[in-house]
């Protein structure tokens, strides 16, 4: 078997909280008098707390200190996390959960690899929480992705080499991420088209299929 556990990202991935993300970052761009739309919130996927806030305020003309950043991420977090409580089992699709199942009753280990903070949160709204064999976040890495860390802890928490490992991936970041740690990778939306994916995926049950072809040395 080629391919012993699956790391999956988690927004974009396992659910969809981008709509969130994005209220919660508009609402402290508007209140700093910041332009701020769709496609800046399409930089900041993959992207850490802190560093969002570095790009959001590429457009501020004022200068603020380390401590006013940390308050302005600190109260877009509450803000997001305020909103995240609206998430229920109902937010997790059905081919999401369905291919998850299968992949565990064939003996796949599954994990997360997540620069968000509020993984486990969210995987308790979805109701999946405990439900994972390993959970790598934001809460036990030091860098962002593309560096690949957030990878590497999850194999180093399954206890296997990233050559037996899969990445899923819906950022390019991510799938950079996934190269250099060694990982072989499989990418939804712009991370299928990006050309750096070891696997495209039209969707997110196409993932049975490239576990199974290598299961079976196809």
């Given at each position: 078997m080629k391919y012993q556990a699956v790391i999956f990202d988690l927004d974009g991935v396992i659910c969809f909280t981008d709509q969130y993300h994005y209220m919660a970052w508009?609402?402290?761009?508007?209140?700093l008098g910041i332009y701020f739309d769709e496609k800046i919130n399409n930089?900041?996927?993959?992207?850490?707390?802190?560093?969002?806030?570095?790009?959001?305020?590429e457009r501020y003309d004022k200068v603020l200190s380390q401590e006013?950043?940390?308050?302005?991420?600190?109260?877009?977090?509450?803000?997001?996390?305020?909103?995240?409580?609206?998430?229920?089992?109902?937010?997790?699709?059905?081919?999401?959960?369905?291919?998850?199942?299968r992949l565990r009753a064939?003996?796949?280990q599954l994990a997360i690899g997540s620069s968000s903070k509020n993984a486990k949160?969210?995987?308790?709204?979805l109701g999946l929480d405990h439900y994972f064999d390993a959970v790598s976040d934001g809460t036990n890495i030091s860098k962002?992705?593309?560096?690949?860390?957030?990878?590497?802890?999850?194999?180093?928490?399954?206890?296997?080499?990233p050559r037996e490992c899969l990445v899923v991936e819906d950022a390019k970041a991510g799938i950079m991420a996934a190269r250099a740690g060694g990982f072989d990778s499989a990418g939804l939306g712009e991370a299928a088209i990006c050309g750096e994916a070891t696997?495209?995926?039209?969707?997110?049950?196409?993932?049975?299929?490239?576990?199974?072809?290598?299961?079976?040395?196809m």
């Open positions: 508009k609402m402290i761009a508007d209140e930089r900041l996927r993959g992207v850490s707390r802190m560093e969002s806030l570095e790009i959001i305020l006013e950043k940390l308050a302005l991420a600190e109260k877009k977090n509450k803000i997001y996390v305020e909103l995240l409580g609206e998430m229920n089992k109902e937010d997790l699709p059905g081919e999401v959960k369905e291919t998850l199942d064939e003996g796949i949160f969210i995987l308790e709204r962002s992705k593309p560096d690949p860390e957030v990878f590497l802890k999850a194999a180093e928490f399954l206890h296997k080499n696997y495209g995926m039209d969707s997110f049950g196409d993932l049975l299929k490239i576990v199974n072809e290598n299961q079976s040395g």
